[in-house]
């Protein structure tokens, strides 16, 4: 849908690339980069950043109407265990880097995923998308999950090469 965020992570899905791995001891963020969270910048702007971040992704699942929609629909998913201080913007000194939304399942506070990982289009193929996953990971450990669980379309390369440098198990 037009204005809809795109290529949301699902924990788990038939017909998915399901990725899997147990966490580490949280990491900081990469020498350098800013981070913005959902709470810091309000809604409205954080839904301007994952709506350039989604845009030209060819792997849209969204089937809401908007963005508003998309981000109600995450934060409901998100229950009890929604915390909008653990879902950020990453900026480095040449501007916004990418967007993460690393969440833990409500009845399940040990197990996480990412609700949303991206590069925004401008910064593509600088080798980003490996350090946001791998921020996002180190926030779920940080939050006190133990293990992760995400998945992508078989045909998303770029996100299968990411799981696999980030020491993901994939099925």
């Known amino acids: 849908a037009p204005g809809s965020w795109r290529g949301m992570v699902a924990p788990v899905n038939p017909g998915k690339v399901v990725a899997r791995r147990l966490l580490d001891e949280p990491q900081p963020a990469p020498a350098g980069w800013k981070l913005s969270t959902l709470d810091e910048l309000g809604p409205e702007a954080f839904n301007q950043i994952m709506l350039r971040a989604s845009d030209g992704d060819p792997y849209d699942t969204s089937t809401a109407e908007s963005a508003e929609d998309d981000f109600r629909e995450l934060v409901e998913a998100a229950g009890t265990a929604f915390d909008a201080g653990s879902w950020f913007v990453l900026s480095d000194a040449h501007g916004d880097v990418g967007v993460v939304l690393p969440q833990v399942f409500p009845e399940d506070l040990t197990t996480g995923t990412l609700f949303y990982v991206a590069v925004l289009p401008e910064r ?41 440098a980030n020491g993901c198990t994939l099925s």
Do not use: W
């Open 124 to 164: 593509r193929g600088e080798g980003l998308g490996r350090a946001v996953h791998a921020f996002g990971l180190s926030e779920l450990a940080r939050r006190g999950a133990r293990s992760y669980v995400g998945s992508t379309d078989p045909d998303n390369t770029p996100m299968i090469a990411i799981f696999e």
